[in-house]
């Protein structure tokens, strides 16, 4: 098989390729809880009372999301070894994604709308019961029962990266997961030393990822 030869490179081709680079900070995060989580989450006799429309929780779910990842993939490969002798072959059998994802948001001081958003809603996915004088929660015979998975699955979960200058015509990546819900949330530390900005790190499980490259 012949080697390619090297190839001259002009200097603005040079620039085009490597002095153009992605910034990881130009990305946009949209979640959306699914019909059945949001009506519980806006009532207030058995849920924490939130505005889930469409620019409300966009300002309070988008606009915060400090930190998130791209999530990763591999392939699982099966070895080979007796097909050739001395030869190690590995062919490929099915795609593996990785278990689950974070996002990190800031936490405002009007309302914690963040930690009470996705509190709510891994609430709901035990179905806890907040009506009623008592609290039924705080029972010393509370009982819960798990909802069935397609009613919390998020209806969008996706990672859109751009760079700063986009434009309409420019391009972009759209990560779309799959079968995504919150699985947990990260311990928030209180310290009575210098102040920090707070943040809640919530944890997402999916099942499968899919990259629309349109532009």
């Known amino acids: ?48 009372g939130l505005d889930v429309g469409g620019n409300k929780r966009e300002d309070r779910l988008t606009v915060p999301c400090a930190e998130a990842s791209l999530p990763g993939t591999r392939v699982a490969t099966h070895e080979l070894k007796d097909d050739y ?34 509190e709510g809603w891994l609430s709901w996915i035990h179905q806890e019961n907040f009506s009623g004088p008592d609290r039924q929660v705080f029972a010393q015979n509370f009982n819960h029962r798990m909802a ?30 799959r079968d995504a819900f919150p699985i947990g949330i990260s311990a ?9 900005l707070m943040k809640c790190t919530v944890e997402f499980q999916f099942s499968r990822y899919i990259v629309d490259r349109s532009t």
Do not use: C
Not at 150 to 160: D, K, V
């Open 1 to 48: 098989m012949a080697v390619p030869a090297p190839r001259k490179q002009s200097m603005s081709a040079l620039k085009s390729k490597i002095l153009q680079p992605s910034l990881t900070s130009h990305y946009e995060v949209y979640i959306q809880a699914p019909p059945e989580v949001n009506s519980t989450l806006s009532l207030t006799n058995s849920g924490p």
């Open 85 to 118: 002798t001395g030869v190690t072959q590995k062919h490929a059998y099915r795609r593996l994604y990785d278990d689950s994802a974070n996002f990190t948001f800031y936490v405002d001081a009007e309302e914690y709308y963040v930690i009470r958003y996705f």
């Open 148 to 177: 069935f998975p397609r009613s919390y699955y998020a209806t969008e979960l996706s990672i859109t990266k751009f760079e700063r200058d986009y434009n309409i015509q420019s391009g972009k990546l759209v990560y779309q997961f």
């Open 188 to 196: 928030m530390p209180m310290s009575y030393d210098s102040s920090q």
